[in-house]
């Protein structure tokens, strides 16, 4: 089973930074998409940003041209990279994997999957 862990998250001004990390763990052999998702106060979940394995990227248009996703597939670590921050990019940002394979324990080799996960959220709060 895949678990995911964020970091990064905080309070920044508004045109301000901010980086995200997401590091997979769980005997993983490969993971197809990664990508981020945020959901502000009252409102849905939202799609951020998302990678495939082979590198191509889709952003929302609401952060396209501020935001940057990245992977490090030798990791098995996200990256979203976030600039020129406006107040209504406040909100708890998940990491999410799909299609991930993990190994199975044992004298042959096996895997497990494909599966989903979700992270457990960073808050990003941009405010002066």
């Known amino acids: 089973q895949v678990q995911l862990v964020e970091s990064g998250g905080g309070l920044v001004q508004p045109g301000g930074s901010l980086s995200l990390s997401c590091a997979a763990s769980?005997?993983?052999?490969?993971?197809?998409?990664m990508g981020w998702y945020r959901q502000a106060p009252g409102k849905q979940r939202e799609l951020v940003a998302t990678?495939?394995?082979?590198?191509?990227?889709n952003y929302a248009d609401s952060v396209q041209g501020r935001f940057t996703i990245y992977r490090d597939s030798a990791k098995n670590t996200g990256y979203l990279y976030m600039n020129s921050l406006k107040p209504e990019d406040t909100a708890v940002y998940y990491c999410?994997?799909?299609?991930?394979?993990?190994?199975?324990?044992?004298?042959?080799?096996?895997?497990?999957?494909?599966?989903?996960?979700w992270g457990q959220g960073t808050q990003v709060t941009v405010s002066s």
């Open positions: 999410k994997v799909e299609g991930a394979y993990t190994r199975i324990e044992g004298p042959t080799f096996r895997l497990r999957g494909p599966s989903d996960a």
């Open positions: 990678i495939k394995s082979g590198g191509s990227t």
């Open positions: 769980g005997s993983i052999f490969s993971i197809n998409v």
